[in-house]
């Protein structure tokens, strides 16, 4: 992909200034990612960002980050900075409207450089635009997700987003399954 030659503080410098899409018009902050640089477990990726996202520059840290970290601290047994997270899209959809084909395309360059830097030995990708940036295929998240993919020699375990789990309290159980997939196949005891 491009930015086959930069460093993750390159990257993200180069992120930090992007106008590559509509969304530079009205962020406040590009999210880039944050945690364990340096071939984590696991490696989370999420839709984009929403309002809070946006005001601290951090992934994650609303109500949908709050469910993430209770999954990583409580479910997995590793602390938030063990692993990585970051987003398909590094500015917030207006509205929280799902990212446009178009953004995924230009914002997944960051996306492909920022995992093949960072080495993950498991990626996982939260709600269907995250599955979709990296796989390219178009199907709903309810039939993709709890299957192993593979992307560029890199385990993929697409599960549910989230704030998706917040809103239908039945994807709680098959987001915990994937989520247990993924803790025996990096050796995490259960
Ligand atoms: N939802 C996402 O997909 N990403 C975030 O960073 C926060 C909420």
């Not at 840290?61 to 479910?75: D, E, P, W, Y």
């Not at 509205?95 to 990626?123: G, H, M, T, W």
């Not at 599955?131 to 560029?152: H, P």
Request: some cysteine; aromatic content about 8%; overall charge positive.
């Amino acid at each position: 992909s491009s930015f086959a030659d930069l460093g993750l503080d390159e990257l993200q410098r180069i992120a930090s200034n992007c106008k590559a899409c509509r969304l530079c018009e009205q962020r406040n902050n590009v999210v880039f990612g944050e945690g364990n640089t340096n071939r984590p477990l696991v490696a989370f990726v999420g839709e984009g960002p929403g309002a809070d996202e946006d005001a601290q520059g951090r992934p994650f840290v609303g109500r949908a980050g709050q469910l993430l970290n209770s999954a990583i601290t409580k479910g997995m047994g590793l602390k938030r900075e063990d692993v990585y997270i970051c987003n398909v899209v590094k500015c917030r959809p207006p509205q929280n409207r799902a990212p446009l084909p178009d953004e995924i395309e230009k914002c997944s360059n960051y996306l492909f450089r920022q995992l093949e830097i960072i080495q993950p030995k498991v990626i996982v990708t939260l709600g269907q635009p995250a599955q979709f940036a990296l796989s390219g295929i178009e199907v709903g998240i309810t039939k993709l997700r709890g299957n192993w993919q593979n992307w560029r020699g890199f385990k993929l375990m697409p599960t549910f987003h989230p704030a998706y789990i917040l809103r239908n309290q039945a994807a709680k159980r098959p987001f915990w399954e994937d989520l247990q997939a993924v803790m025996s196949e990096v050796g995490l005891n259960k």
